[in-house]
Structure formats: structure tokens, C-alpha cells
């Protein structure tokens, strides 16, 4: 008899502790890369690169050492630089003149930013930055079994995000020291 009631309670217990561990887990991934992108619009708003690296890459690059292997998943599935790389993408943003509105420095007209889209605008003024990691998949510690009317499980996906204001590019030997893509 007491056999049966331990198997009766054992199973549950042990549902339950395998919940707990998954979402622990997605929990720690999701503050894993909120870390990692907040310590990468720390390295971006001072300007600088990395030796051999354009501002983008060298952003990326911060993110990725910082998030504790949660993006290394298919590194060289798009080059280093370019946004999207290991789901790290970094934009800068200008305020426009006319009406207050912010727009993507990328797809800015012509004139209204800087050449190569490194963050630094022409008139002097200072955009924003943000870097975020978008739709990383959850890894979890135990699978699910599709089980009969429990429909498509879908895996959890988590996104961060975060800006800040750039500081003025720094100066070096009396000369502003502009950062390129």
C-alpha cells in the first residue's frame, strides 16, 4: 500500500519540480540577455570600437560575451556587423526636425545623418541608441510530449531591449575621433 501512494506522489512532485527548473531557466535567460543588451548600450553611448571593428560589430560583439552563452547559437549565420547577427541587432535613431519624430538613421534621407550609420549626425547632435535582442528561443531543460488535445506547443521566445542617449564622440589628440560602420 505504501508503494502505491508513494508512486501517487512521487510523479506529481516530480511534474512539478521539472516545471519549476524550466521556468527558472527561462527566467535566467530572459535577465541573462536584458543583461547583456543593457551592457552593450553602456559600451555603445561612449563611442567607441573595438581594434579592426566597425561601432555595430563591436556592440555586438559586448552583447555576445556578456550574455553567458545564451547567443551562440549560429554565429556565422549572418556576417559580424550586419544587424541581425546571433539575433543582436543595434539602431540609431535621429529626432527629426520637423516634427519631433524618431527616425531609423539607416533608412534616414540623405543629409540628415552621418555616412555608414555609426551613430554620429552631422549637425552635431546626438541620437539614440538601442540595441536589442529579438525572438531567441528558450531551451529547456526537460522536453514536452505532445500529449492527444493539448494542440501545438509552441516554444518561448524572449526579446530585450534598450536605449540610451550617445555621448559626444571622444577627442583624441585634439581631433573628434568619429567611429565608422
Avoid at 25 to 52: F, L, N, P
Avoid at 114 to 142: C, R
Wanted: one cysteine or more.
Amino acid at each position: 500500500m505504501e508503494m502505491i501512494e508513494f508512486t501517487l506522489v512521487l510523479l506529481p512532485f516530480l511534474g512539478f519540480t521539472a516545471l519549476i527548473l524550466n521556468i527558472a531557466y527561462a527566467v535566467y535567460g530572459q535577465a541573462t540577455i536584458q543583461h547583456a543588451v543593457e551592457q552593450g548600450v553602456r559600451y555603445a553611448v561612449t563611442s567607441q570600437t573595438m581594434t579592426g571593428l566597425g561601432a555595430r560589430a563591436s556592440i555586438q560583439t559586448i552583447v555576445q560575451q556578456n550574455a553567458f552563452g545564451q547567443l551562440n547559437k549560429n554565429p556565422g549565420s549572418i556576417a559580424l556587423g550586419t544587424n541581425g547577427w546571433c539575433g543582436i541587432y543595434v539602431d540609431w535613431y535621429l529626432v527629426s526636425t520637423a516634427n519631433g519624430a524618431l527616425v531609423n538613421e539607416d533608412t534616414a534621407p540623405n543629409g540628415t545623418a552621418a555616412a555608414g550609420g555609426n551613430g554620429m549626425q552631422t549637425d552635431g547632435t546626438l541620437p539614440l541608441v538601442e540595441v536589442s535582442v529579438q525572438n531567441l528561443t528558450g531551451k529547456f531543460l526537460t522536453p514536452f510530449v505532445k500529449s492527444p488535445g493539448m494542440g501545438t506547443l509552441v516554444p518561448v521566445t524572449a526579446t530585450a531591449v534598450a536605449w540610451d542617449r550617445m555621448e559626444p564622440a571622444p577627442i583624441v589628440n585634439g581631433v573628434i575621433s568619429v567611429p565608422v560602420q
